[in-house]
């Protein structure tokens, strides 16, 4: 199982900006999609943005012009730079992948990073 691990989250005022990082333990160009998730306390956890691996990008109406999700195949590393920033912004980030060659399923998560944005 690949090991994801976030980085850059913490507390930002509201218009501000942050970058995340998602380390993968391997190499992230056998993987089809990877994407960013958020989850706030007592809701669900909603996606945010989508890379593939063609580099094909999809962003939640919510945060579309103000993040923006890339990837470094080198560093296996996947980024979400989150500018101007709103409170409501506020959740755990995730990491996550989304099938792989020859097997479509699969799907794997990281631990999550604490995003706090205030006014």
């Known amino acids: 199982q690949v090991q994801l691990v976030e980085s850059g989250g913490g507390l930002a005022q509201a218009g501000g900006s942050l970058r995340l990082s998602c380390a993968a333990s391997?190499?992230?160009?056998?993987?089809?999609?990877m994407a960013w998730y958020r989850q706030a306390p007592g809701k669900q956890r909603d996606l945010v943005a989508t890379?593939?691996?063609?580099?094909?990008?999809y962003y939640a109406d919510s945060v579309k012009g103000r993040f923006t999700i890339s990837r470094d195949n080198v560093q296996n590393t996947v980024y979400l730079q989150m500018n101007s920033l709103k409170p409501e912004d506020t959740s755990v980030y995730y990491c996550?992948?989304?099938?792989?060659?020859?097997?479509?399923?699969?799907?794997?998560w990281g631990q999550g990073t604490q995003v706090t944005v205030s006014s």
């Open positions: 391997e190499s992230i160009l056998i993987f089809n999609t």
């Open positions: 890379i593939t691996r063609s580099g094909s990008t």
């Open positions: 996550n992948v989304h099938g792989k060659i020859r097997v479509p399923g699969y799907d794997a």
